[in-house]
């Protein structure tokens, strides 16, 4: 049985790789999108001679939205499951800064991922199946002084992944939301991070692997966050604007 | 970030990256005072440990080429022995040396030029290795091989990284019929027993002893030996001879505490060590075991560093000459045992010829042990130390974690060699691990 493909947005990053390497193991082949794709010829042979599972490689940049259209067009075969791993952190003091470099960070974790899966679900819904996931964050439950630009992109992010699994839900489509907290990867590099709060990609590759298998809807990746921001979106406003978070 | 090796003694604060390209990795290189690489941490001790700058290369992990008709993989320095396996083994190959467990990179595995069950018949990692690309202190990539700038690559291997980060390497694989080890097991009452049956099994393709190392008088160094042999299809079962490569998924267990200290004193290791070579006395003879349970039994629980506090445990590992062998066996178990500090795992095996500028390996006898990293432990492993220098021996430098400068130069006599060609070389004020600055190398 011959497995569908699946789209990897962002496959530069990090958390994208894992994720390729995760449904590459299962039989899936891969179709590696992102900036600069051919820098994945490397990825691209190392999968192909561990999984034996075709790789192909497709330039994609989530900001050239006019593009989008016809880079699905492009796509040697519509996927059947499209993984959406691309952001951006930026440095929230630049953000306050320049505004210019604060719309980069919102067009980059909001606007460019919504409009390539939006193109991507109405073509899943033509097809009558198919399966969405968008990694968002969970910096996007409540926006806080210390990263609240990349915050909010990823809070509109995850009402439009929301909004989405809303209406495709009758027509066999899935969307999946998700929240990795923190993650060890280069976005986070030289930061100190809490270890037992720190997933490694790998993690975050075998949970939405298990979440697209189960049908599930939003996940975090680490359960301890889903008690965190838990308490963390529960603080009264009066109390949470002078706490630093 | 607090960084250790895998028997978490000691622990130091360390500044640690992973470059996600040669590139960056280059820049580390060319920037840093000095630094040294990090595999997948299953040293023992502090040899990829570098306090202002370890490099791990956990991102430099791609397999670049594999032939199948003369079985070469050529692969980036940070992939694992189990990913190989796990790539390889379905299509009929296996690492043509091993060691304990397959959480080790290819990297890691040439700096340290491991060794496994096989060395008496294939030697060490060594000779399983092609070539090695490995980035020099002014960042230009060498590739060394047995012909090719022979003399980095005879320092290279079991050269603990410290001629260069190394970078890919093309190894050869073992061409093999199943998934299947054919295990013999025979006990043997005591040490010369245990020797006297290596002596006479050279010709099977792995030997390994576990050896209770409290047992004094009668039953001083009684062992099981375990020989084993890859199985053909016609070993197994009709019915697994159909899927000659797939073995039973196993359930992974994990140390999910740290131990109290009190859980492993001489009461319950004696009592372990006893039970578990009675057990195994009541199995001789000949079973087929799938290869994960027989090359990577401790993989099974992970973790299992854990089991001996938070302090750590600290390995003794050391390798004696042919013809001094029993005479230092017999000091050093008589030792352990009056201590009473005995060690779950006790491994003995019988090692082969070896040619190399500082690989571990001699013609002879290896001992491996682990102690809880206590005051007590510590000191009778000086003593250990001095019983292995006074019978010829030397240490595995993968294991140490506490031996000393003048405990290394006593031990071996090329460690002043290595270190001359290191300064030649410009690698001493480049390459430098906790270790290299402890042992002077």
């Known amino acids: 049985m011959t497995k569908p493909p699946v789209l990897i947005l962002g496959a530069r990053s990090d958390i994208g790789k894992a994720v390729a390497h995760k449904f590459a193991t299962l039989g899936h082949p891969i179709q590696l999108a992102a900036r600069n794709a051919s820098a994945l010829e490397a990825d691209k042979t190392d999968m192909e001679l561990r999984y034996g599972v075709s790789v192909s490689l497709h330039e994609f940049d989530a900001l050239t939205t006019a593009m989008h259209e016809a880079f699905v067009a492009g796509l040697p075969e519509l996927p059947r499951i499209a993984v959406c791993a691309v952001g951006l952190m930026g440095q929230q003091a630049e953000n306050e800064r320049d505004v210019a470099e604060a719309v980069r960070v919102m067009r980059s974790n909001y606007e460019g991922p919504a409009s390539i899966l939006a193109l991507l679900a109405n073509r899943f819904e033509e097809h009558g199946s198919g399966t969405l996931v968008g990694i968002s964050s969970v910096a996007g439950d409540r926006g806080r002084a210390t990263n609240y630009v990349y915050g909010s992109a990823k809070a509109g992010f995850t009402a439009f992944l929301s909004g989405l699994r809303n209406r495709l839900a009758k027509r066999g489509i899935h969307v999946v939301t998700v929240l990795p907290g923190f993650v060890a990867t280069q976005m986070t590099e030289g930061m100190d991070l809490p270890a037992k709060l720190t997933a490694e990609p790998s993690e975050v590759a075998d949970a939405i692997a298990r979440a697209v298998e189960r049908k599930k809807d939003v996940i975090y990746v680490r359960t301890i966050w889903r008690l965190i921001m838990l308490i963390i979106r529960n603080i009264p406003e009066r109390i949470f604007k002078r706490m630093k978070v | ?441």
């Not at chain 2, 990090?38 to 990829?48: E, K, L, P, Q």
């Not at chain 2, 992974?252 to 006893?274: G, Y």
């Not at chain 2, 075991?289 to 027989?294: G, I, Q």
């Not at chain 2, 082969?352 to 002879?364: H, I, L, N, R």
């Open chain 2, 1 to 441: 970030m607090k960084l250790s090796g895998w028997g978490r003694y000691p622990v130091l604060e360390a500044r640690v990256y992973r470059p996600r390209s040669m590139d960056a990795l280059r820049d580390l290189v060319l920037s840093e005072p000095n630094l040294i690489a990090r595999g997948n941490g299953r040293a023992y001790g502090d040899s990829a440990i570098n306090t202002s700058a370890t490099i791990e290369t956990s991102y430099l992990n791609r397999m670049i080429d594999f032939n199948p008709a003369s079985g070469q993989l050529v692969a980036e320095a940070g992939v694992l022995l189990g990913d190989i396996i796990t790539a390889f083994l379905p299509r009929g190959w296996f690492p043509m040396v091993t060691p304990g467990t397959k959480f080790v990179t290819l990297g890691g595995a040439i700096a340290a030029d491991v060794h496994g069950k096989n060395h008496h018949k294939d030697g060490s990692f060594r000779s399983c290795v092609d070539w090695v690309d490995v980035m020099g202190p002014d960042g230009a990539v060498r590739r060394c091989s047995p012909y090719d700038d022979a003399a980095l690559f005879d320092r290279t291997l079991g050269g603990m990284g410290l001629t260069g980060i190394n970078l890919r390497a093309a190894i050869r694989l073992r061409s093999v019929e199943t998934a299947w080890i054919r295990q013999t097991t025979i006990a043997a009452p005591n040490l010369k027993a245990a020797m006297a049956t290596f002596e006479t099994a050279q010709d099977a393709t792995y030997s390994v002893a576990w050896i209770d190392c409290l047992g004094t008088g009668t039953n001083l160094g009684r062992s099981l030996v375990m020989l084993g042999e890859h199985a053909v299809r016609a070993d197994l079962s009709p019915q697994k001879a159909q899927t000659p490569f797939r073995i039973k998924a196993k359930r992974k267990l994990s140390v999910p505490i740290d131990f109290p200290a009190f859980a492993l004193n001489s009461l319950t290791v004696r009592a372990f060590n006893a039970l578990y070579y009675w057990a195994g006395a009541r199995k001789t003879g000949t079973q087929l075991v799938d290869w994960d349970s027989y090359f990577y039994p401790l993989d099974a629980i992970l973790g299992w560093n854990r089991i001996y506090g938070r302090k750590g445990f600290a390995q003794f590992q050391c390798a004696l000459p042919l013809d001094r062998s029993e005479a230092g066996l017999t000091a050093l178990l008589a030792e352990i045992a009056t201590a009473g500090s005995g060690s779950f795992l006790a491994v003995l095996k019988r090692f082969g010829k070896q040619d190399s500028a500082f690989s571990f390996p001699m013609e002879g006898y290896t001992l491996a042990l682990d102690f809880p990293a206590m005051q007590k432990t510590l000191a009778l492993l000086e003593r250990l130390d001095q019983i292995t220098i006074a019978h010829g021996g030397r240490f595995y430098l993968a294991k140490d974690s506490r031996m000393s400068a003048a405990t290394l130069s006593a031990s071996d006599t090329r460690a002043a060699d290595f270190h001359a060609h290191r300064d030649s070389h410009g690698y001493t004020s480049r390459f430098r691990s906790a270790q290299s600055e402890r042992l002077d190398l």
